[in-house]
């Protein structure tokens, strides 16, 4: 396992690198716009190793350097109440979250430690410095939870709208910081920060849809449907906020391509925005690549009035090359925006229906799946894979206090001057010692 078992490859002009010990590469080093790298695995038939009983049975096609003990996987099951409710006959649920009647083992009750584990375990062998993460909420908390469980050096950059999601059922590692940018901030905000601490000296960026790892590991989400349901799904639905799930779901269908046991299926790609801040959903229904532009003060109020605060990326890998618009093209793929009232509703009949909670984005997953059903987007029969990216915190409560994250350090703007954001690292609370 390791860098001889896959390479990089630049969606964009297809320059070929290998993922070397001594750096933690994210994008393509030729002159052209913006563009991701994908892995390309030697394996092109997958075989699950069996004997991991988390996601590190998927190595195979997984961008990592190690394999690390975790029981983290997606549960996949095939649904009947809710299934029957909504008309569908080959429904199957990926949940994840924390539901150990369904063998979910998230204690962040998020589907961000499908991504925190292979990035962890991507970061190269003897490499110092500290991973420098962006969150809106969901990815802070996991990353936190993740790199405090095996004491990976790491600094978590979120706007305080998130502080009340930054939880853990770990003790926090004293290598693992907390950044918050107070006032009104939001995710954007926190991203443009955090590029700035990665580019001081001890830091590094962990790159967000740009790292392989975080894709790859979201896509095990395919990979796990596929394991249980013996095909890949006719259909795929997910909530987005940056759309990294489904360009990372759209990849692992790929690989199946060619894999060659599936023939030449494409998984339909099926991606839900929540009013009024639907900004993909806009430009795919305008047919267009590029993002409507909004105001900045616009866009962070009509943010303000989301159910789900995590779909709130100003800037999502939208229109890059290999992004959400090009899997939507490819697989013929829609979109949906849902209001806040349909995701409420969708959220307590699947906790009436399945019997747990699910958290706030992946009640508009399922708003967006209700009103595909309703309108005859999917056939009865098709085989339709549910992506539940978040839930189980009221079961997760039953067993565990979850223990609440303060900030290490606290940052009033984003506009720091790069001298003045290290002497704020250092001369904070607790200085970062690796
Ligand atoms: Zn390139």
Redesign the pocket.
């Given at each position: 396992m390791g860098s001889e078992s896959y390479r990089l490859t630049?969606?964009?002009?297809?320059?070929v690198f290998e993922d070397l010990q001594d750096r933690f590469l994210l994008q393509?080093?030729?002159d052209?716009g913006p563009?991701l790298l994908r892995s390309e695995y030697d394996n092109k038939q997958l075989t699950i190793q069996r004997e991991h009983p988390g996601i590190f049975r998927y190595n195979q096609w997984l961008p990592i350097r190690r394999v690390v003990d975790t029981p983290v996987k997606p549960a996949v099951f095939k649904s009947e109440n809710l299934a029957q409710r909504i008309g569908l006959e080959n429904l199957w649920i990926a949940f994840n979250g924390y539901w150990p009647e369904r063998g979910a083992a998230m204690e962040t009750c998020s589907f961000k430690e499908l991504e925190a584990l292979p990035v962890c375990a991507r970061r190269p062998d003897g490499m110092e410095g500290i991973l420098v993460v962006s969150s809106a909420g969901n990815t802070g908390r996991a990353f936190l939870q993740t790199c405090s469980r095996f004491g990976i050096p790491a600094l978590i950059v979120v706007p305080e709208a998130a502080l009340p999601a930054m939880w853990l059922t770990v003790p926090k590692h004293p290598n693992v910081k907390l950044a918050v940018l107070k006032g009104d901030r939001d995710y954007l905000d926190a991203i443009e920060l955090a590029d700035k601490i990665a580019a001081l000296d001890g830091y590094f960026p962990e790159g967000g849809a740009k790292n392989v790892a975080r894709r790859d590991g979201m896509g095990t989400v395919v990979l796990a449907a596929v394991e249980a349901i013996g095909r890949v799904p006719d259909h795929y639905f997910q909530a987005v906020g940056s759309g990294t799930g489904g360009i990372a779901a759209w990849e692992m269908s790929r690989r199946f391509r060619q894999d060659g046991r599936n023939g030449d299926h494409k998984m339909k790609l099926h991606l839900v925005q929540n009013v009024p801040f639907a900004i993909m959903s806009d430009a795919w229904r305008a047919g267009s690549r590029d993002l409507p532009l909004l105001d900045e003060h616009e866009a962070k109020g009509l943010i303000a009035r989301l159910h789900s605060g995590v779909l709130s990326n100003r800037k999502p890998p939208y229109g890059i090359t290999g992004g959400v618009y090009d899997a939507l093209t490819d697989t013929d793929g829609q979109m949906y925006s849902v209001v806040s009232e349909e995701a409420l509703l969708a959220g307590w009949l699947f906790e009436s229906l399945e019997g747990c909670d699910l958290d706030p984005a992946a009640e508009v997953a399922l708003a967006g799946l209700v009103r595909a059903a309703r309108q005859g987007k999917v056939d009865k029969s098709d085989v339709v894979l549910l992506n539940l990216t978040g839930g189980g915190k009221n079961l997760l409560e039953l067993e565990e206090t979850p223990r609440p994250v303060r900030p290490d350090y606290v940052f009033s703007s984003k506009d720091y001057s790069l001298n003045q954001l290290e002497k704020q690292l250092l001369r904070s609370p607790t200085k970062i010692s690796v």
């Amino acid at each position: 396992m390791g860098s001889e078992s896959y390479r990089l490859t630049c969606v964009r002009c297809g320059k070929v690198f290998e993922d070397l010990q001594d750096r933690f590469l994210l994008q393509c080093d030729e002159d052209h716009g913006p563009s991701l790298l994908r892995s390309e695995y030697d394996n092109k038939q997958l075989t699950i190793q069996r004997e991991h009983p988390g996601i590190f049975r998927y190595n195979q096609w997984l961008p990592i350097r190690r394999v690390v003990d975790t029981p983290v996987k997606p549960a996949v099951f095939k649904s009947e109440n809710l299934a029957q409710r909504i008309g569908l006959e080959n429904l199957w649920i990926a949940f994840n979250g924390y539901w150990p009647e369904r063998g979910a083992a998230m204690e962040t009750c998020s589907f961000k430690e499908l991504e925190a584990l292979p990035v962890c375990a991507r970061r190269p062998d003897g490499m110092e410095g500290i991973l420098v993460v962006s969150s809106a909420g969901n990815t802070g908390r996991a990353f936190l939870q993740t790199c405090s469980r095996f004491g990976i050096p790491a600094l978590i950059v979120v706007p305080e709208a998130a502080l009340p999601a930054m939880w853990l059922t770990v003790p926090k590692h004293p290598n693992v910081k907390l950044a918050v940018l107070k006032g009104d901030r939001d995710y954007l905000d926190a991203i443009e920060l955090a590029d700035k601490i990665a580019a001081l000296d001890g830091y590094f960026p962990e790159g967000g849809a740009k790292n392989v790892a975080r894709r790859d590991g979201m896509g095990t989400v395919v990979l796990a449907a596929v394991e249980a349901i013996g095909r890949v799904p006719d259909h795929y639905f997910q909530a987005v906020g940056s759309g990294t799930g489904g360009i990372a779901a759209w990849e692992m269908s790929r690989r199946f391509r060619q894999d060659g046991r599936n023939g030449d299926h494409k998984m339909k790609l099926h991606l839900v925005q929540n009013v009024p801040f639907a900004i993909m959903s806009d430009a795919w229904r305008a047919g267009s690549r590029d993002l409507p532009l909004l105001d900045e003060h616009e866009a962070k109020g009509l943010i303000a009035r989301l159910h789900s605060g995590v779909l709130s990326n100003r800037k999502p890998p939208y229109g890059i090359t290999g992004g959400v618009y090009d899997a939507l093209t490819d697989t013929d793929g829609q979109m949906y925006s849902v209001v806040s009232e349909e995701a409420l509703l969708a959220g307590w009949l699947f906790e009436s229906l399945e019997g747990c909670d699910l958290d706030p984005a992946a009640e508009v997953a399922l708003a967006g799946l209700v009103r595909a059903a309703r309108q005859g987007k999917v056939d009865k029969s098709d085989v339709v894979l549910l992506n539940l990216t978040g839930g189980g915190k009221n079961l997760l409560e039953l067993e565990e206090t979850p223990r609440p994250v303060r900030p290490d350090y606290v940052f009033s703007s984003k506009d720091y001057s790069l001298n003045q954001l290290e002497k704020q690292l250092l001369r904070s609370p607790t200085k970062i010692s690796v």
